[in-house]
């Protein structure tokens, strides 16, 4: 990946969360490879605060999230949870990474286990790239452990109410192949070039003008919670604030390229 723009580096939550620059893209790194890349309280705090300041970053348009050491997040940090006693809800928007939806497209580069609280951290992204060691699951239901982390909210609307409903109960294993089929994952690539194919489509995103990309997004998260006419009226308001500049710029070139054949309008 090359931009022209020099790499900077950060690290939250004393290295366990690893965040690497290059405009216009920021790319996050889980680094627990000891433990699969599970999040205990400290790690959980340093992912928010690797995606605010992803999200605050005006240079930057797309946001990559990985982990390290061939494993993307294998959930929460059992062992510390057994030690305190306590609960840390990751989706609570105050202090958890895993709240509302960032204001830029997130995509999630998944190798190895996802699971428990580590498939709520997938399903926060708006797109999820996988290899084929790609294993998600609600493995928590082991432990008797609930989830807390968007998992039963998200879940059922990315696979649908009775895939969702049948991987909550059993807390079986998904593997690459079926979530693939099951509408979980969205691309597969070969083993190792999750990362890599996870950076390019996020280059990708960020070259596309941003206004209409942005407001469509939020159109389609915003619509979950309304009804139909409610939601369409909804998309409307914000088609309007965002049809501005670049749409006219757009709509300018296009016209000037004269009348494109399909295979162009397909490319375009």
Known sequence: MSTGAPLASMTFADGNVLASRRVPIVTIVINRPEVKNALDVKTARGLAGAFQMADAD?????????????SFCSGADLKEMA?????????????????????????????????????????????RIIDDSAMFGVFSRRWGVPT??????????????????????????????????????????????ARAEAEKLAM????????????????????LDRESAAAIRREIELARAAFGPEAHDGVSRFAERGKPSLRRLIRA
């Open 58 to 70: 005006e240079e930057v348009q797309a946001i990559v999230v990985t982990g390290a050491g061939g």
């Open 83 to 127: 030690a305190s006693g306590g609960y840390f809800p990751w989706a609570d928007a105050a202090e958890g990474p895993l709240g509302m939806p960032l204001s830029k497209p997130v995509i999630a580069a998944v190798e190895g286990h996802a699971c428990a609280e580590g498939l709520g951290v997938a399903l926060f992204c708006d797109i």
């Open 148 to 193: 807390g982390d968007g998992t039963t909210v998200r879940l059922p609307r990315i696979v649908g109410q009775g895939r969702a409903l049948e991987m909550v109960i059993t807390g079986r294993a998904v593997g690459a192949d079926e979530a693939i089929a099951i509408g979980l994952a969205h691309r597969k690539v070969p083993r190792g070039a």
């Open 204 to 223: 990708q995103v960020a070259g596309m003008p941003q206004t209409a990309l942005l407001s469509d997004r939020r159109s389609v998260y915003e619509g």
